[in-house]
């Protein structure tokens, strides 16, 4: 007798569930940091971190947005980062930045939302130039941010500007990034003006579904952090020692605004299981004592 599948996930999905808990569950639950010297552990969608700090709610040229959610965590080298780039934000005309996810007081998987942010080094910024920093907690949580691409996805929009090409290359040249994810309508648009001298900075820029309201910056492995991975390929080997402008237009051409179609024959590609649905069996077993410590 054949058993439908949506049966047999019924009858499989409660038992490995109660059987082990999700670690977003685990994670999630946690107000505050471990007190642990600071660690990256495992990689990027796939890890935790230890003794994280907290980007101040608040600061001359930068606030935190969404604080409800509580992922204004990161590893030192991610909030020094990020204080360090809303300055230079100032310099180019901003009145500095908000920003958006970067990770759980203890990182790891998250409840909703990305994949990624697991390790306290990737962080969201918003694309909407601050109009004031002075934003209250209420206005933090219903202020929009604002895309930077047409509707059809093929350019920028008016909103783009001058500044966020600036912004967008003072945040790559930033030797402790590994790189940077935009809508893939931002990076084109960069290529329009690129010579060789910008190669080594705009190969970090790297086209990516979504990412118009706000660019996403991944931090390499900071120094010691010998339980951190860090991905593979790497920029270079995407981007083939070149700026990546061609491989993007054919990204976006071919793979994303028309993806090829598959043969009858061709094996389904095998389900990726998300990040949502790890438990502490699938991080590195350090995570256990980030979770564990005071
Ligand atoms: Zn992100």
Redesign the pocket.
């Known amino acids: 007798m054949r058993i439908p599948l949506f049966a047999l996930i019924l009858a499989i999905l409660p038992a490995t569930a109660s059987a082990q808990q999700l670690a977003n569950r685990l994670f999630g639950a946690h107000p505050m940091p471990s007190l642990q010297g600071p660690e990256a552990i495992g990689s990027y969608a796939k890890g935790c971190a230890a003794g994280l700090v907290r980007l101040p709610e608040t600061g001359p040229t930068w606030q935190a947005m969404r604080l409800s959610r509580n992922r204004n965590w990161g590893h030192p080298e991610a909030i020094s980062y990020v204080q360090d780039l809303s300055r230079k934000a100032v310099q180019i005309g901003w009145n500095g930045l908000y920003i ?2 970067i990770s759980q007081p203890r990182g790891g998987p998250m409840t909703s939302g ?1 994949a ?2 697991q390790i306290g080094l ?3 910024i918003w694309m909407l130039p601050p109009r004031r920093l002075n934003l209250s907690a209420a206005e933090r949580e219903s202020i929009s941010s604002i895309s930077v691409r047409t509707e059809d996805q093929r350019s920028v929009n008016s909103n783009w500007s001058r500044q966020h090409h600036e912004l967008l290359r003072q945040a790559a040249l930033d030797p402790r990034v590994d790189r940077i ?1 935009v809508a893939a309508a931002v990076k084109i648009e960069m290529c329009k003006t690129a010579t060789r001298a910008d190669t080594p900075w705009l190969q970090k820029i790297r086209p990516a579904v979504g ?1 118009n309201y ?1 660019f ?1 910056v991944r931090l390499r492995c900071p120094q010691g952090n010998r339980n951190c991975v860090t991905q593979s390929p790497t920029v270079a080997e995407l981007s083939n020692g070149g700026n990546g402008c061609d491989e993007t237009l054919q990204w976006w051409v071919t793979d994303f605004l028309n993806p090829p179609r598959r043969e009858r024959t061709e094996e389904p590609a095998p389900r990726q299981r998300h990040p949502r649905e790890y438990t502490m069996a699938d991080l590195p077993a350090q995570c256990q004592q980030v979770l564990a410590s005071n």
């Open positions: 958006g996810d990305h990624s942010h990737d962080i969201d994810f990412h706000h996403h």
